[in-house]
């Protein structure tokens, strides 16, 4: 029943919906990555992107299928989900007192016994995703005590260590300057290409999105509208008809879109 | 590692405290025996050991049927409710969680006013801590069963756990003004027995060894259950949503430390009373002084808060002896300014 995607690591989703009371937030989305690829789900403010984002995680009840490698992923229970997918919420909860050790190590929970205790290979498997965010210097460093890149870096760890095919990232550059914004993107796209993980990040930044992503689907208010390669996705007429936005697209040295803001004409 | 090597340090010195407490516990009371026969005693008493102590056997008396009962009695209220806080406080994420926070303290207090002003007499001197116990399971009970239904009919899927947990403290409150309202209605039937029932919800740790032998079943499962989640703890730090995506089946985890804090809640109050603040004052303390891991403040607050109330009895039984001050008046007294002196200190250090 696998959705011909290749290796391991890849996405479909069918049908997937959700009903918050008596609200439907998400209806009928369809999405696919293959294994390795990077998708971004863009959308106005309420669209529904982050539900999107945690109903695939499993975390809230929906309707629909979410198959990983062909297994879905809905039935699966809390501990062999998390061996296959890692979620990192747009504000995590960052205990303050903790240290960016212990966070990181909380990663390896799925592997971890009920009542069993960390073993040597779960310490050996932070310390070197720890090494590899350059984080081994701020490993006793306690949460409260971090700015927003480095906690964006911390949270990052945490996901890795939990050493999950695919990689779930609700909007991970909130809050970060431009600089700290692209080292963490790029910093994502490394491991990504490194590890061959499948990564599938919301991000209300279009230009941004249109730079790393291979697919890009648009939800606008609960449905998939458009999904493609971003410069089917970043078009005038769907960013104006979507987020009713005055913007003008171009192609960028590389080819991606770039999308400017322009003032309206009536002024 | 660290987290290791650090909670080995905090259990030492918080048994070193708990050991000093206790052998003061002993050695303090109005019969002055003399230090040294009461240590005598106590090593006849360890098996294949046999010393003459010189003491009386009115002493000896005095020695193991009051004081011995009464000092362990106080150790294993203390760390039950110490540990039911942490446990507590963890579960809701909020360190100002409190053992009798899900209406066990109402419950406890309206079975025994029940049994005091229906009962009366000796049978009722008894029935009391069954009478407690109950109360306090089934305060919990009633207060889960309403946070229940009240989280269902409203809310939805998306608020989720945290939501959860917030029901549950409201129906812990609603819970307690009924129960205390019903409570107050009893007592107003018998005046005359008002005393017994304020004596028993100010606390008392004076009682015997039928009272260590009934709660010391409950007591071992609802520690040992606790100091088994430690770990579990921690990873519920980061939120409930966040923890089962980190594979962690949360709301049963959840449930089992909420239900084990109860039932130690329930075995502290079935023979103690309503003490108050312990549970709030020493997991606070604990985690301020040897950090933040619920692996390591839950069995640290069970051996510090067992010294605090050991101290806090002596204390009530030697300020205005030869009478006794009721032990909750002296958790409250000291618990109160201490709370807030940690309060500002932990301010002072984070500015």
């Known amino acids: ?267 | 590692m660290t987290l290791l090597r650090s909670r080995g340090l905090a259990l030492l010195v918080a048994a070193a405290v708990l050991a000093v407490c206790l052998a003061l516990g002993l050695l303090t009371g109005a019969a002055g025996i003399s230090p040294r026969g009461i240590a005598l005693a106590l090593l006849d008493r360890l098996p294949f050991v046999s010393v003459d102590p010189g003491l009386t056997p009115a002493e000896q008396g005095i020695l193991f049927q009051l004081r011995v009962p009464r000092v362990l009695i106080a150790a294993m209220v203390g760390g039950l409710l110490a540990i039911a806080g942490a446990g507590y406080q963890g579960v809701f994420r909020n360190p100002l969680a409190d053992p009798y926070l899900l209406g066990a303290a109402a419950g406890a207090g309206l079975t025994v006013t029940l049994v005091v002003v229906f009962l009366g007499g000796r049978v009722g001197v008894i029935a009391v801590p069954v009478a407690a116990f109950s109360g306090a399971i089934g305060g919990v009970l009633l207060a889960y069963a309403l946070g229940r239904s009240a989280g269902r009919g409203g809310g939805g899927v998306g608020g989720g756990a945290g939501g959860g947990a917030a029901t549950l403290v409201l129906a812990g409150v609603a819970v307690t003004s009924f129960l205390t309202a019903i409570q107050t209605f009893v007592q107003q039937l018998k005046v005359e027995e008002l005393q017994r029932i304020y004596a028993w919800i100010l606390g008392d740790v004076g009682g015997g060894w039928e009272d260590v032998w009934m709660i010391a079943p409950y007591a071992l499962v609802s520690t040992v259950v606790l100091l088994l989640h430690g770990r579990l703890l921690d990873v519920l730090s980061v939120g409930e949503e966040e923890a089962v995506s980190l594979g962690l089946h949360a709301a049963r985890a959840r449930m089992i430390v909420l239900l084990a804090a109860s039932l130690a809640t329930a075995s502290a109050v079935a023979v103690g009373g309503l003490i108050a603040f312990v549970g709030i004052v020493v997991p606070h303390v604990v985690r301020r002084l040897a950090g933040w891991s619920y692996r390591i403040v839950l069995p640290v607050s069970f051996v510090g808060g067992a010294a605090f109330l050991v101290l806090a009895d002596l204390i009530a039984r030697s300020v205005l002896a030869p009478a006794e001050l009721p032990i909750g008046v002296v958790t409250a007294f000291v618990g109160a300014p201490f709370f807030v002196m940690v309060l500002r200190m932990s301010r002072a250090v984070n500015t």
């Not at chain 1, 990689?167 to 700290?180: K, N, R, S, V």
Request: hydrophobic residues 40%; aromatic residues 4%.
């Open chain 1, 1 to 267: 029943m696998s959705g011909g995607i290749e290796g391991s690591g890849g996405i479909e989703v069918r049908g997937l919906g959700v009903m918050l009371g008596e609200r439907e937030v998400l209806a009928d989305v369809g999405l696919s990555v293959g294994c390795g690829e990077w998708l971004t789900i863009i959308g106005p403010n309420g669209a529904g992107k982050s539900t999107l984002l945690r109903a695939m995680a499993g975390l809230i009840a929906c309707t629909g299928e979410v198959l990983v490698d062909g297994v879905r992923a809905r039935r699966l229970r809390p501990r062999p989900r998390a061996r296959l997918i890692a979620y990192a919420p747009q504000n995590p909860l960052l205990p303050p007192d903790m240290s960016v050790y212990d966070y990181a190590l909380l990663g390896r929970t799925p592997y971890i016994p009920y009542l069993g205790r960390e073993s040597a290979r779960d310490r050996e498997v932070t310390e070197s995703v720890l090494e590899r965010l350059d984080l081994t210097g701020f490993a006793s460093r306690r949460l409260g005590h971090l700015s927003g890149g480095e906690r964006q870096r911390v949270v990052l760890a945490r996901a890795l260590t939990q050493q999950a095919p695919v990689l779930l990232l609700d909007e991970p550059t909130t809050a970060l300057d431009l600089g700290h914004q692209q080292q963490v993107l790029e910093l994502v796209d490394r491991l990504r290409l490194a590890d061959r993980l499948t990564v599938v990040t919301t991000l209300h930044d279009l230009n941004l999105a249109g730079q790393y992503a291979d697919t890009l689907v648009l939800l606008a208010p609960g449905r998939a509208v458009a999904s493609g390669p971003p410069k089917q996705v970043l078009t005038e007429p769907l960013l104006a008809r979507h987020f009713g936005a005055h913007v003008r697209v171009e192609p960028g040295a590389d080819g991606r879109p770039l999308v400017h803001l322009t003032r309206p004409e009536e002024r």
